[in-house]
């Protein structure tokens, strides 16, 4: 069965540089999370998307931004990176609106490691 | 407030031995509760889940959990621990479906042989 497809899988950037993450969800779902894990920690909810509209705002840096675009897939744009921000980022798919959906499904993660 | 708070950040068990991981939750409305894993430098995967159904559910790879309202619980538990099963286990909470999980902190699973 189709997975949740991240890309890049592994991400180094400098200090002060930008980095773009992208998520491909499962076919025909329509909702897509973006979770930040930093070392040793639980996974944070940073931001979610519902066909293609922002449907939820977590812990996301105003640094950061992200969109869903029309064929579902996700980018999350970091930009004016900080050390504090190398963690692994998870990306998630499910279906339906926030009160529909009853199942994420994740993918395998970009690590970042800023320098 | 809602939260969830997984009891014991690391357990250590034989290999053919049962598996305990403990779960508990709070919150103002009814949840939909979900264990995740996460083998070293891998993604996160959905071990089973709960939502309103019933209050015991199955998932994969032999793992169980059981909905207690009433100690406001979901546990983990496997019969006879795998090698295979050495990871990091979530708890985590969801309100109005799956939006905005909440992870607990984790409890590394430690298989001896």
Redesign the interface.
Known sequence: AAGVIQSPRHLIKEKRETATLKCYPIPRHDTVYWYQQGPGQDPQFLISFYEKMQSDKGSIPDRFSAQQFSDYHSELNMSSLELGDSALYFCASATGDSYSTDTQYFGPGTRLTVL | AQSVTQLDSHVSVSEGTPVLLRCNYSSSYSP?L?W?VQHPN?????LL?Y?SAATLVKGINGFEAEFKKSETSFHLTKPSAHMSDAAEY?CVVSF???????????TRLTVIP
């Open positions: 939909s979900f995740y891998k993604g996160l995967q959905l889940k939502t979530f109005f479906g799956a939006n905005n999980l909440f992870f607990g902190t984790g």
